[in-house]
């Protein structure tokens, strides 16, 4: 797997894998008119692309894609505010789920924050996501509350070793 920053030609893919990723996780929680309209608002091609654009140029945050023989397979993005991350998205194709990918792709973004200042990372996660929920909790993230049907979650990094 290779892990790279994103660029504006993968913009399609980005939306690819998150629809399909969304389809997959949500299926049993969402209608499918949620899921399509969710990605509808929330991946639209011109908000992906300036997203992209601005993690590019080392402005507020990364957006990193997992390439396996150059097919988009996985992505993460990253808000940055001062010394905090909110993790926004990490999903990868269903296929691609627990084998390691997510891990690298995490660990690999957390290195990258913790490198650039940021010192807590939080996140969340739709409270009946169990792969999600146990996903962070194995990579050292803490329940800190709920917010509508989310968990909120976070990490401390106490250096950018051994994250």
């Not at 924050?113 to 939080?122: E, I, T």
Request: with cysteine; charged share 25%.
């Amino acid at each position: 797997m290779e892990i790279r920053q994103l660029k504006e030609s993968d913009v399609e893919s980005v939306i690819e894998v998150a629809t399909l990723s969304w389809e997959w996780t949500y299926q049993s929680i969402y209608s499918h008119e949620f899921i399509e309209s969710w990605i509808r608002e929330k991946y639209a091609k011109h908000a992906i692309s300036d997203q992209i654009t601005r993690s590019a140029s080392g402005q507020n945050g990364i957006f990193l894609g997992a390439f396996q023989n150059n097919k988009l397979i996985g992505f993460i993005h990253a808000v940055v505010n001062d010394s905090e991350a909110e993790i926004a998205r990490l999903y990868f194709l269903p296929g691609f789920t627990r084998r390691g990918f997510g891990s690298e792709l995490l660990r690999t973004a957390e290195e990258i924050l913790c490198s650039r200042g940021v010192r807590r990372a939080r996140l969340y996660v739709q409270k009946q996501n169990n792969i999600g929920t146990v996903f962070y909790r194995k990579h050292g993230y803490s329940d800190a509350g709920y917010c509508d049907d989310d968990i909120e979650m976070v990490k401390n990094f106490q250096d950018c070793h051994g994250i």
